[in-house]
């Protein structure tokens, strides 16, 4: 039954037969398969197939697809720009997902009829026959922006989306995109915990009592929570500015800004009772990491100074804590956010979104 399936899925691959064909689709029939596993990721088209050959079909018509997953259960067709190789990617690397086979696209026929010998070698591209011996160049719309979710579709509207960030090796992230029904949509990121900032409304200038603020501080203290944060696509530089998904109980801050007016720091040695001033970054189940090469300074206020700043062990969770009589401190340059390093958030729900051209 094998030898027949696979002669099928030949003949299938090579002149497309009818899609109520499918008797010798059974994934059990090829045993080059990996049962109940895909490969997280590394997708960058998803579409609806009939069946599992119909899936390796596609795969072989686009360049750029070096394995794919497929989802049995719903037909969902999940083409991969990455493979499991020797010296990159291993089995270790697939994880648990019921319903789903993955396999690389070697393990396949290769020949395609009007396509074997395509010349559609330009990035999301694909070869699309049109008979036995001529075929066209299509392309897969694979968006890289919340602009180009509405262009693929205009009916789009604010919300959590996948997309690909062609800068970070076509690293897919959820990203949720404001103000869809305009002409220029916005990207943020999602936090699923609140970033949270302490500015105390407590002093003790030279050490000896805690007071309530006093001078120039009275009336400042408060507390930040920050929702979401807006990002450059292109670079993923937060906009710490961006306060459109942010909530302050008092004073309006920037993102990842610590002050407080607790204690004076002379010569830029920190006090005996320390800073007070807060704010904890959590990047957790984002995707992204804080760079370790982040810094923070003391910018504005008297005696401000930075008291300590802390990664936890992924760089996801940054707590810093600063301050002065009053002081702020911010990071140094921009804020730049770098790709979990065990690999992107599957789990999340978004929309994704293909066309075709």
Known sequence: MAMCCLAFAVRFLLFGLNSSTKM?????????????????????????AEGLVTCARTCLTSDMCKSFNFDTNIGQCELNY??????GLNVTHLIAAADFVF???????????????????FFNAYCQPLD??????????????????????????????????????????????????????????????????????????????????????????????YSKIRVVIQTMEILRNDS??????????????????????????????????????????????VSSNQRWQATTGWMAIVESVTFDDSGSVVHIK????????????????????EGDVTESSAKEVTCFL
């Open 24 to 48: 010798c689709t059974k994934d059990s029939n090829f045993p080059f398969l990996h049962h109940g596993v895909k490969l997280p990721g590394k997708d960058i088209v998803n579409v609806t």
């Open 132 to 225: 036995a011996n001529e075929y066209v160049c299509s392309q897969y719309v694979v968006p890289t922006s919340c602009a180009e979710i509405k262009e693929c579709d205009p009916s789009s509207t604010d919300g959590e989306y996948w997309i690909r960030l062609p800068n970070f090796d076509l690293y897919k992230t959820r990203i949720y995109c404001h103000n869809m029904t305009t002409d220029n949509p916005l990207e943020y990121l999602t936090l699923p915990t609140p970033n949270h900032g302490v500015f105390p409304n407590v002093s003790n200038k030279h050490c000896q009592r805690e007071t309530p603020l006093e001078g120039t501080c009275v009336g400042n203290s408060g507390e930040t929570f």
């Open 322 to 341: 600063c301050g002065g009589f009053g002081g702020s401190c911010e990071p140094v340059g921009p804020m730049l956010l770098k790709p979990y390093p």
């Open 244 to 289: 459109t998904y942010a909530f302050f109980t008092n004073r309006k801050a920037d993102y990842a800004t610590v002050t407080d007016c607790y204690s004076i720091h002379y010569n830029g040695v920190i006090s005996s009772c320390g800073t007070r001033g807060t704010f904890t970054i959590n990047l957790t189940d984002t995707g992204w990491v």
């Open 103 to 121: 396999t690389d696209i070697t393990h396949w026929p290769q020949k395609l009829g009007a396509c074997a010998n395509h010349q559609c070698g």
């Open 82 to 87: 990455a493979t499991l190789t020797p010296e």
